[in-house]
């Protein structure tokens, strides 16, 4: 095919970005819109979900999606969560859930609130919260070589009277 030798020509990952990605319901796909850098040429991408059902286990599909090396270059652009997003709302609209009550579902488990005892859910909820969690790390992650990345920085605490530290009696300076 035309397409896949223009992909196998640009295999560089650094060659592409991809500008956007959404699902098909009918035939059940993964669309992504790409732009090839060197030429600034748009092209679209639909990877058809085969085998895939509303009782699909979504995690391990995603990584098996992932590897298929047709479609590799442009999944792994993607972050896994994004991915796993997809899949669940093309998995709700086969079980028949609206696309707007799939997406009010999506946004309340990929919502973090810090006041939630992670500790108390379901591992599925677990798996997508700490996916969540991962990628916001890895977005505010500083690494040498960054514009802001400083080597052993030190910062001096102020404590004021509202913010006193309690102490506690395993605390102690005693052992060192």
Known sequence: MYVDRVVHAVMDPSAIRVVKCGVRFNKPAIVIYYEIIRNNRMKR???????????TGVQHFADEFRDIPRHSLF???????????????????????????SLEQLNELQSIDPEQNLNKVDDTTLHAKKLVMD??????LLKPGDDSYVYDKQVQFVIT??????TCSWDGDDDF
């Open 75 to 101: 999944l792994h652009k993607l972050p896994k969560w994004q991915l796993e997003r997809l899949l669940i709302i093309i998995q709700d609209h086969m079980s028949g859930l609206s696309l707007l009550k």
């Open 161 to 166: 009277e509202d913010d006193k530290l309690e």
């Open 135 to 140: 990628e916001s790390y890895e977005k505010h």
């Open 45 to 55: 991408r639909t990877m058809p979900l085969r085998h895939f059902t509303k009782r």
